[in-house]
T-cell receptor
Framework: EPEVTQTPSHQVTQMGQEVILRCVPI?????FYWYRQILGQKVEFLVS????????KSEIFDDQFSVERPDGSNFTLKIRSTKLEDSAMYFC???????????FGPGTRLTVT | KQEVTQIPAALSVPEGENLVLNCSFT??????LQWFRQDPGKGLTSLLL?????REQTSGRLNASLDKSSGRSTLYIAASQPGDSATYLC????????????FGTGTRLQVFP
C-alpha cells in the first residue's frame, strides 16, 4: 500500500542552524501539507501546497519557514534559523485530487539545542 | 478560535469492552471529519473519513458518526483488544474551501488483557 515517507526520522541541530526536512508523498497525490506537534500538545497545521504554490499557511509559518517541491517526488520544509521552540515532531501529509482524506508520514522529530 | 475537544482524555478498559470516544467542535463549524490513531512517538494513521454528505462510516470494528448540526462526532470501537491501545485523534477542516485540519486534544486509550 502506498505511503508517505519522511527523512530523517530524527534530526538534532543547534539553535540558529538551518534544517531541511524531507518528505516523499504518495506518488499520484498533488496536495501536500506540513503539520507539527510539540511534545504533549495538539497537532498543528503549518502549510498546504498545491501546483507549486502555497495554498494556505498558519501564523506559525513565518518567514523562517519555506516549502519546496524540488522535483517530481520530494516535498521539503526548510527552517532557516532554528529556535528552541521549533523542537517538535513534524509531519508531512498528502492528498489525492478530488479526495478529502489526508495521509500522514511517520514524522521527523526535530530537536533544537 | 475553533477548538476541538475530545472526551474522555484517557480511558483504560479490559479487553472485550465496547468503547465510545467523543469529539466536539466548539462552534459546530465542521465540513468533514477524519479519525486518526497515533501510537507513542509515531505518525498518524487514518482510520475513517466521514465526508460532508455522510453521517457515518464503518471499517471493521470501528464505526464513526458525524452530526454536523451540533459539530459532534463519535467513534465506536467494538470488542476492544490490547492492540487498540493508542491515542485517538479527530480532525477536520472548518469549511469546504480549506484543507487545514484542526485537531482535537486526543483520547489516550489503554486496553488491558
Amino acid at each position: 500500500e502506498p505511503e508517505v515517507t519522511q527523512t530523517p526520522s530524527h534530526q538534532v541541530t543547534q539553535m540558529g542552524q538551518e534544517v531541511i526536512l524531507r518528505c516523499v508523498p504518495i506518488s499520484n497525490h498533488l496536495y501536500f501539507y506540513w503539520y507539527r506537534q510539540i511534545l504533549g500538545q495538539k497537532v498543528e497545521f503549518l502549510v498546504s501546497f498545491y501546483n507549486n504554490e502555497i495554498s494556505e499557511k498558519s501564523e506559525i509559518f513565518d518567514d523562517q519557514f519555506s516549502v519546496e517541491r524540488p522535483d517530481g517526488s520530494n516535498f521539503t520544509l526548510k527552517i532557516r534559523s532554528t529556535k528552541l521552540e521549533d523542537s517538535a515532531m513534524y509531519f508531512c501529509a498528502s492528498k489525492g485530487t478530488g479526495l478529502y482524506e489526508q495521509y500522514f508520514g511517520p514524522g521527523t522529530r526535530l530537536t533544537v539545542t | 478560535k475553533q477548538e476541538v475537544t475530545q472526551i474522555p482524555a484517557a480511558l483504560s478498559v479490559p479487553e472485550g469492552e465496547n468503547l465510545v470516544l467523543n469529539c466536539s467542535f466548539t462552534d459546530s463549524a465542521i465540513y468533514n471529519l477524519q479519525w486518526f490513531r497515533q501510537d507513542p512517538g509515531k505518525g498518524l494513521t487514518s482510520l475513517l473519513l466521514i465526508q460532508s454528505s455522510q453521517r457515518e462510516q464503518t471499517s471493521g470494528r470501528l464505526n464513526a458518526s458525524l452530526d454536523k448540526s451540533s459539530g459532534r462526532s463519535t467513534l465506536y470501537i467494538a470488542a476492544s483488544q490490547p492492540g487498540d491501545s493508542a491515542t485517538y485523534l479527530c480532525a477536520g477542516p472548518r469549511s469546504y474551501n480549506t484543507d487545514k485540519l484542526i485537531f482535537g486534544t486526543g483520547t489516550r486509550l489503554q486496553v488491558f488483557p
